[in-house]
């Protein structure tokens, strides 16, 4: 598993592979480290092709070690003031919009992929950094 810095790019925005037609189970082939200081937004965009009878379960992961993980809190793209912490379950070819929230209390940020039956998955991270917005 590789860590990415998404801070490399040195724009306002950046956007981190996590996985690139992932199948199976397991944490996502990379993590994406945003630096210690961040204070912008970040927004998961998950993609998945599906199969016969498909189905994933999806756990969004934040850590400020890099060993350490735990469920990050997040709301849907259209209910942005709902948060949650819980798993989700993919059954359909879809795209789906996470918006990361806890802007100074993590780091690192992963998916764990579990229960997958026939889906494949692309996934980023993108994130906005304040400190650099003109």
């Not at 092709?49 to 994933?56: A, E, F, K, N, S």
Request: glycine content about 6%; aromatic content about 6%; proline content about 3%.
């Amino acid at each position: 598993m590789a860590t990415l810095d998404a801070r490399a790019s040195g724009l306002c925005a950046s956007l981190v592979n996590l996985s690139n037609g992932q199948s199976g189970v397991g944490a996502s082939t990379n993590v994406a480290d945003r630096g210690v200081s961040h204070k912008g937004w970040e927004i998961c965009r998950i993609i998945s092709v599906v199969g016969t009878t498909p189905t994933i379960t999806v756990a969004l992961e934040v850590s400020t070690d890099n060993s350490v993980f735990t469920p990050a809190t997040y709301a849907d793209i259209g209910t942005p003031n709902t948060d949650t912490a819980t798993t989700f379950v993919l059954t359909t070819a879809t795209t789906t919009q996470k918006i990361i929230k806890g802007a100074n209390t993590w780091r690192f940020f992963r998916i764990t992929y579990s229960a997958n039956t026939n889906v494949t998955i692309t996934a980023d991270l993108l994130f906005s950094d304040a400190r650099r917005l003109p």
